[in-house]
C-alpha cells in the first residue's frame, strides 16, 4: 500500500515509473527478436516442419476440427477460438528450427486449454469485449474529464483502463500455461531432443516476458493516471 500510495499522490514519480517500464519492455521485446533468431537457425534433426508438429500433436489430443494455417508476417502467430484455427506466421510456418517447433506446440496449447475448459483462459474469453471497449474508450473519458474538470469522467476513464489491466493479468497464467503444456508435449512426443528442447524453453521463455512486460507498462500506465486525477481533483 506505501508504493501505491507514493505512485497516486505523486505525478512525477508516477511517470517516471512508465518511463523506466516502458525501456524495460523495448529491451524485452529485443530479447525475444534475438533469441528466436538465435534458435530459429537451430533446426531439430528430426527435420520436421512446425505446421507438421502442431497437426501431429492436435490429432494425439483427438481435436481433429482445429485447424493449421499460415499467415502473414512474423511472430503473427495465435490461436482463434471463433474459427478453431491455429494461424502460425511465415516464419514458423514451414521451418524446422527449434523455435518454430516451440511456438507452434505453444500455440496448439491454447487449443488445448479451450478443449480442456481451462479456467483462466475461460476467464479471458469473458473479459475480451469488457478489454475492447475499456481500450478503445477510457482515453476520451479520462481527458473530457480532466480538460473539462468532471470527475465522474475521470473515474470512468480510469475503471475502463483498469479492465484492460485486469484483462492483461488474465492473460499471464493462460500463456505461461500453454507455454508449459507445449513443452511437455514436446519431451513426452519425442518430437524433440532432451539438448533441443533448450532452445524451444528458452523462445518460449522470452516470449512470455513479454506479457510480464505488458502487464507492468500497464500497471505504471494506471498508477500515472490515477496520479493525474487526484492532481486535477486538487
Known amino acids: 500500500m506505501l508504493v501505491y500510495d507514493f505512485f497516486v499522490h505523486n505525478e512525477a514519480a508516477a511517470y517516471m515509473l512508465v518511463i523506466a517500464v516502458v525501456i524495460f519492455s523495448y529491451f524485452i521485446q529485443f530479447r525475444l527478436q534475438s533469441t528466436f533468431k538465435k534458435y530459429s537457425q537451430v533446426y531439430g534433426r528430426g527435420n520436421v516442419p512446425a505446421h507438421v508438429v502442431a497437426r501431429q500433436i492436435l490429432d494425439s489430443y483427438?481435436?481433429?476440427?482445429v485447424t493449421v494455417m499460415r499467415t502473414q508476417g512474423?511472430?503473427?502467430?495465435?490461436?482463434?477460438?471463433?474459427?478453431?484455427?491455429?494461424?502460425?506466421s511465415e516464419s514458423t510456418f514451414f521451418s524446422t528450427s527449434v523455435a518454430a517447433i516451440g511456438v507452434a506446440a505453444h500455440e496448439?496449447?491454447?487449443?488445448?486449454?479451450?478443449n480442456k475448459n481451462y479456467l483462466p483462459i475461460k476467464l479471458r474469453a469473458v473479459f475480451v469485449p469488457i478489454a475492447q471497449i475499456g481500450s478503445k474508450s477510457w482515453i476520451l473519458f479520462f481527458f473530457l474529464g480532466f480538460f473539462m474538470g468532471i470527475p465522474v469522467l475521470l473515474d470512468i476513464g480510469v475503471v475502463l483502463f483498469a479492465f484492460v489491466v485486469l484483462f492483461q493479468l488474465l492473460t499471464l497464467p493462460v500463456e505461461f500455461n500453454a507455454s508449459r503444456r507445449a513443452l511437455n508435449v514436446i519431451r513426452s512426443q519425442n518430437i524433440l531432443e532432451a539438448d533441443e528442447i533448450v532452445g524451444a524453453q528458452r523462445t518460449l521463455s522470452a516470449a512470455a516476458m513479454t506479457y510480464v512486460a505488458g502487464l507492468m507498462v500497464a500497471v505504471a500506465q494506471l498508477l500515472r493516471l490515477i496520479a493525474m486525477a487526484n492532481r486535477r481533483r486538487d
Open 74 to 88: 512474423r511472430l503473427t502467430d495465435h490461436y482463434d477460438p471463433r474459427t478453431n484455427t491455429v494461424s502460425l
Open 108 to 114: 496448439v496449447g491454447h487449443a488445448v486449454q479451450y
Open 62 to 65: 483427438g481435436l481433429y476440427g
